[in-house]
């Protein structure tokens, strides 16, 4: 029992093993068995492997590959640090820790080793994609000179470190300085200001004039007014022209005059809109002028409020670029009325179909019907 008692201790416990190292590499290296049987940092390897349930090992391969090639220096490595007497080790230390001389006290020098051995295992697993030792313990021999002049060792040290310094002893070749820069990027504190909430009961909008119309935003539905729509080339009403002008009067709810009119735009009618509104381009090329029937449009709605769907972001722009509202005028729009019908969309065509109305889309004389229509309901039921 002695043999083997003695046969363990020095090939497994005293002195590694490269096989066994080996083994452990091989069987269990993704937990980063073999790091800690040679001393080395394998936690990382162990958390790797254990937090992925088993799914880190595509990280944890390369890194045991790089390590079986690292093995035999490790071995030789923890070897050579059991089978080196104490006083070498004294020495070695000295001579990392700026040549301190060996006056200091085997307590503080057996403190600064401890901490000088940690430090080489982190710094190891640091720079293990690096094959040169010499780098790693020239970094860790920077550290430790930094860790000498704390005040643990000030005192015990501070003669040694002086004269030390007055010496002409040249630093190794492999020294180098690793300095740690952990300025934190700062945002710049953004300023919140609360918005304030505006009524938006009325809008101006600029016209061709030096005048601005004001434009008044109703929510109470009125019984008198005009229900207007129109029809246009396009939807820009800087660009676009009007080809249909369609408004009806009506007074205590009831209809009193229709207004109704083709416009030529002096221009071709594409496809698409001759097949959306059903206007062909010989009726527009037989249409009035707008400026013949501005005024006629301007007296027929007077001061009534103007009725229309989507009128406050469609209709009332068109009319104002073209000069047929010059004054101050107050809108109704039936488009968030449809919203509270919670139909499929709140389009006229849609609105019919509720309402059960029969007659033709983008036409605007039967939209404003349509329109009229809503109104109503929404008087009724809202």
Not at 209 to 225: A, F, M, P, Q, V
Not at 246 to 253: M, R
Not at 361 to 374: F, G, P, Q, V
């Amino acid at each position: 029992m002695k043999k083997i008692k003695d046969l363990i201790e020095k090939n497994f416990i005293k002195s590694k093993n490269i096989w066994l190292a080996y083994l452990l590499a091989i069987f269990l290296g993704t937990f980063g068995l073999h790091r800690f049987y040679l001393k080395k940092n394998g936690l990382k390897m162990l958390l790797i492997t254990v937090l992925t349930l088993g799914v880190g090992v595509i990280i944890t391969y390369p890194m045991l590959i790089l390590d079986l090639i690292r093995i035999p220096s490790w071995v030789e490595e923890c070897n050579e640090n059991n089978l080196t007497p104490p006083t070498e080790k004294n020495i070695q230390t000295n001579q990392s820790s700026k040549h301190i001389n060996n006056t200091v006290t085997s307590t503080s020098l057996n403190e600064s080793m401890s901490i000088s051995t940690s430090l080489n295992e982190s710094l190891s697993e640091s720079l293990s994609m690096s094959n040169s030792l010499s780098d790693s313990l020239s970094a860790s021999t920077f550290l430790s000179d930094n860790l000498s002049s704390s005040t643990s060792l000030n005192n015990s040290l501070s003669t040694n470190i002086e004269e030390t310094n007055s010496s002409n002893i040249d630093k190794p070749r492999n020294s180098q300085v690793i300095s740690y820069d952990f300025k934190p990027k700062l945002q710049p504190v953004m300023e919140f200001e609360p918005k304030t909430k505006t009524k938006k009961k009325s809008t101006r909008t600029k016209t061709n004039s030096s005048e601005t119309i004001k434009i008044s935003r109703l929510r109470k539905l009125r019984d008198d007014y005009v229900v207007v729509d129109i029809e246009t080339t396009g939807l820009s009403p800087g660009e676009d022209k009007i080809i249909q002008l369609s408004a009806i009067k009506y007074i205590d709810n009831k209809e009193i005059a229709v207004f109704n009119e083709y416009i030529n735009p002096h221009t071709k009618l594409s496809d698409f809109i001759i097949n959306l509104t059903g206007i062909s381009q010989d009726v527009v090329d037989h249409g009035k002028e707008l400026n013949d029937i501005k005024d006629d449009f301007i007296s027929f709605y007077g001061d009534l409020p103007l009725v229309g769907h989507y009128i406050n972001g469609f209709d009332i722009k068109f009319l104002i670029a073209n000069n047929l509202v010059i004054k101050n005028v107050a809108t109704i729009d039936t488009l968030p009325l449809a919203r509270k019908l919670d139909l499929e969309n709140a389009k006229l065509p849609t609105v019919k179909k509720f309402l059960g109305i029969n007659n033709n889309s983008h036409d605007s004389l039967d939209d404003c019907y349509t329109t009229n229509a809503l109104y109503q309901f929404a008087k009724e039921n809202f």
